[in-house]
């Protein structure tokens, strides 16, 4: 009863006009992102933050939330088209969803994957309605010590899973950390890494960061690329699969769907993960193993379910412990702080009306996709006829505007110009920046929660393992840390990161 309750409260959100217009919004651009290759939802959301200051905090999450399970929508269709992934999660997509296209089967090859994307996106809804509310009940127990033990957990797994070097990971991480203790001390107000500017009492700005990394890094790498796109030249027809199709792939979509959901949770999973071990899964699992990579539609409906599931279930952590899971999910916890409220278990019950309507509002973004999808495919093969030299001067532009705007300080754009070049830089020598900005914004609370446990232990470290819990979860931690000096799981391990890599 107290669950229709709740929805009741969501809905009553969700379905405000001013919500609904946002929430539109927010799948639309999110689909157009996906779209267009080179740009992602990180890129689009550190363009669009600044936006969100004016409104409420519910407009505010609902159009961002939208962007980022919007742009898992998008990214098919350039994968079909052109066999240029829009987003990373799409990448495999393009195995057997651009050879369907070139045996003239592009309409059922992008119908599967926009069905395939809207039932796999409901279920990880219900999923997180059933989820999220036991979970923020049970984390209500945390104490200081289970905090910063999780948060070392969950840092952990993401560098782990880096597409990578774990060792350029931990470094990346380090360096979020630090740069989240600049400014004023949360304990004892005393200045820290300032150098005598005052612009820096307050810490570095999230978003100059962000849209540095993200934004004008991500410009920078691509300029010196050459991007050749060729769209499919046959006419589009027959967008609704046949029941020949379903019947081959409804074990896909379902696999997908469950094993992308619960991928989505761990950090460092996600959509890209989850795509390419649901292919991996239905290669070897299928009757005909030889049709995969030549036009397979369970190649395109199970990593397409799985990447869509996953972006349901990386809300779990944020929303019911306060933990991002991945460098998209730490821009929205990025927006909750902005807006002055703090995400975890206290959550649904400090504001659930908030909790209730992000959730809420990703049922109607369910449907807006799937109307948008499947009627606009002439539109979105226009959008990806849009030249480079057109889209990445219009990035930039925004991206000036768009930190320029949030404090009308010059220091926060030279901010952004100076982290744009450590972006390109990093991309350049595959130093990834997710593990960096999830520390960055992970780091003030880990310090605290560190010291306030000192505190109550009054000195002594004993604290985090006489405490079962957060004893696990540093186990947990070493576990995963020391795990790649042992063979057999570090061959494991490599597998995975070459598998989910993203380019």
Known sequence: MDLFHYLGTGFSVALQPINLLYCFVGVFIGTLIGVLPGIGPVGAMSLLLPLTFKSTPESALIMLAGIYYGSMYGGSTTSILVNIPGEAASVVTCLDGYQMALQGRAGPALG???????????????????????????????????????????????????????????????????????????????????????????????????????GIGEVLLNLEQILFRETVKTKIRGLLPSAEDWLESKWALIRGTVLGFFLGILPGGGGVIASFVSYALEKKLSRHPERFGKGAIAGVAGPESANNAAAGGAFIPLLTLGIPTNAVIALLMGAFLIHGITPGPLLMKQSPGLFWGVITSMYIGNIMLLILNLPLIGIWIQVLKIPYRILFPIILLLCLVGVYSISHSIFDIYVMIGFGVVGYLMKKFEYEGAPLILAFILGPMLEVNLRRSLIMSHGSFSIFFLRPLSAIFLLLALILLISPLIPAIGKKREVVTILSKQD
Do not use: C, Q, W
């Open 112 to 214: 599967m994957a926009a069905f395939g994307s809207f039932i796999a996106g409901t279920f990880a809804i219900l999923g997180l309605m059933l989820v999220a509310p036991p979970l923020a009940e049970f984390a209500l127990r945390f104490g200081p010590p289970e905090y910063f033990s999780l948060m070392v957990l969950g840092m952990s797994i993401l560098i782990y899973l880096a597409h990578g070097s774990m060792l350029k990971a931990l470094i990346t991480g380090i360096l979020g950390i630090v740069l989240g203790t600049v400014g004023l001390d949360p304990i004892n107000a005393k200045t820290r890494l300032t150098f005598g500017r005052m612009e820096l009492m307050d810490g570095v700005g999230l978003v100059p960061v962000i849209m540095g990394l993200f």
